[in-house]
């Protein structure tokens, strides 16, 4: 089962119905997009020689070809490597050799980055929109490669914020999989119903250009190519019933800016990347209404663990509406979820351990990478590294990374759980809570703070919300958080940061 067959019906079926587009305006219709893509496909196999199973790379801004590209490499019956195109070049380099991409497309501002530092496993780096990209579309077209549904469709490569980036294997059933999941449970779309990609293409946002092809919908890429409000609210007001991916960091910005946004307009907002703090989620539903769904997944298991359907979040009168808003949902119907304790035991409701997951979306394991396939990937499950907890009516709440566990005393402090109480201030913007080594206690308790507020006024809050034990011992203020390309904050760094303070703090004068 090749997803590329999608695009190919769709393009029989529907031609003259618009596929792509850019800003305001239709760029490509599906008969054109599926007879683009059936030239583009044979002269990968054909002029640059590439075998079924190869990987081909794309490291571009988001773009109207995008989906040309990236269909054209399944219609191949080629693997897709996407890229996110903010990366430094040194990270474009390791993930070419890594994933051994013989072909990579790109676009004209990232050329001489790719090319300074591309491996010599990269046999050519074509650019998207020039004469050598369009003279492979004077190929002869072909047919959709026969694909089974184990082979490999996408390298999805983790963002690497501990160690080297991964590649989880993503088959073509895993994507076949989380886009009738995604179509099911999330956002149920209609032929003509636009996505707007203001996320990047490579990751999140990218995942349901598949669902959007399979319904015939149009998938839009914002003029500038990136993420404006304003720009972004006039295109809810353009095209119909418009849908968009964004990570919480996204949303808020929405929600904060001043620019006029005819919400009636806006068909889904699905948040996701990260959880969305409960005030920021009300913030929203203020704003815009009962348009928001949550999803909770990773790159192992493409965006399809847990959701929040726009309902339940809308449902204020719900006597645990506040309770559900916090949560990442409920689990797919394709797949298991299970929190489990150090041994793999299932744990009680109300108990907080790690998530495990398994079902069709997940993948197969990581490329080239059998020492972390096996540690991730036990006895049929996939270990996320994410703490959780289920209620008694098996909504998930996440509370933290693993990783990201405080241990202070003894006593177990999930920093999501601070975090969400300082949100609460009106002088706080953003807010990240980490663990500091103490020879005393083990770690203690340090929020980073971006905002203004006086530090007796935090301390009373948490005093009236959690336990005393889980109150900051310090609080940071800051012009910022550290993030990552994905708007994730980075708590790797702020230990660093904050542990290369309390050094120069402890040093002697002089």
Known sequence: MNVALWLERAGRADPERPAIGEGRSVVRRYGELAGRTARLAAALRGTLGLRPGDRTAIIAKNCP?????????????????????????????????????????????????????????????????????????????????????????????????????????????????ASHAYLAEVDPTAPGDAILHAAPMSHGSGLYIMPHVMRRGINVVPES?????????ESFGHWRRMSMFGAPTMVKRLVASPAECDASAVRTIVSGGAPMY?????????????????????????????????????????????????????????????VVDQDERPLSA??????????LPVMSGYWNNPEASASTLRNGWLHTGDVGAFDQEGYLTLKDRS??????GGSNIYPREVEEVLLTHPGIREVSVIGRPDPEWGEIVVAYVVGEAARDELDRLCLSRIARFKRPKAYIFVEGLPK?????????????????????ERQPPG
């Open 65 to 177: 070809d995008y989906v040309e590209a990236l269909y054209a490499i399944w219609w191949a019956g080629l693997a897709a490597v996407p890229v996110n195109a903010k990366l430094h070049a040194a990270e474009f380099a390791y993930t070419l050799e890594h994933s051994g991409a013989r072909v990579c497309f790109a676009t004209a501002d990232l050329e001489s980055d790719i090319a300074a530092h591309a491996p010599a496993s990269l046999e050519r780096l074509i650019v998207i929109g020039t004469p050598a990209y369009e003279a492979l579309l004077s190929a002869e077209p072909s047919a959709p490669a026969e694909r089974a549904p184990g082979d490999l469709a996408w390298l999805f490569y983790t963002s690497g914020t501990t160690g080297r980036p991964k590649g989880a294997m993503l088959t073509h059933a895993n994507i076949a999989a």
């Open 225 to 233: 190519g990136g993420f404006d409000p304003a720009e972004i609210f």
């Open 278 to 338: 409960v005030e920021d989620a009300r913030a929203a539903l203020d704003r815009f209404g009962p348009c928001f769904a949550q999803i909770y997944g990773q790159g192992e298991s493409p965006m399809t663990i847990t959701t929040l359907s726009k309902a339940e979040m809308a449902e204020r009168e719900h006597p645990r509406w506040l309770e559900r808003l916090g949560s990442a949902g409920l689990p797919y119907a394709c797949v298991e979820v299970a």
């Open 350 to 359: 109300g108990e907080a351990g790690e998530v495990i997951c398994r079902g």
């Open 403 to 408: 990783k990201d566990l405080i241990i202070s």
């Open 484 to 504: 990552n390309n994905y708007g994730k904050v980075l708590k790797t760094e702020l230990r660093t940061i904050d542990r290369d303070a309390t050094r120069n």
